[in-house]
């Protein structure tokens, strides 16, 4: 089992920057590939970004891609995901997620654990 824990959501201004952070905790000795979903009221939960543990590969959303950024920290088990020039669409709850499913990194269905989600509101 992994447990997941995301940090660094809030508000801020259009045209501004997060970080959001998870840290990963129990079974960390094993890797997965990590992942950022977001979900928005009234919206399905969307891929963001992911991160593939044996290649660290990265992969973004169109919509972020040139904007959000997706890095790990092995030695504190995190990977974290850098905002720049938010709008207000990217306004929702981001997840992080891991797994190793055989479907793509960008499926939700490619990962097995999920954090509690952490918001993010834009404002104009």
């Known amino acids: 089992q992994v447990q997941l824990g995301e940090s660094g959501g809030g508000l801020v201004q259009a045209g501004g920057s997060l970080r959001l952070s998870c840290v990963a905790s129990?079974?960390?000795?094993?890797?997965?590939?990590m992942g950022w979903f977001r979900q928005a009221p009234g919206k399905e939960r969307e891929f963001v970004a992911a991160?593939?543990?044996?290649?660290?590969?990265?992969y973004y959303a169109d919509s972020v891609k040139g904007r959000f950024t997706i890095s790990r920290d092995n030695a504190k088990n995190t990977v974290a995901l850098q905002m720049n020039s938010l709008r207000p669409e990217d306004t929702a709850i981001y997840y992080c997620s891991a797994g190793r499913g055989v479907s793509s990194v960008t499926l939700s269905t490619h990962y097995s654990y999920w954090g509690q989600g952490t918001q993010v509101t834009v404002s104009s």
């Open positions: 991160l593939k543990w044996s290649t660290l590969n990265t």
């Open positions: 129990g079974r960390t000795d094993r890797t997965y590939n």
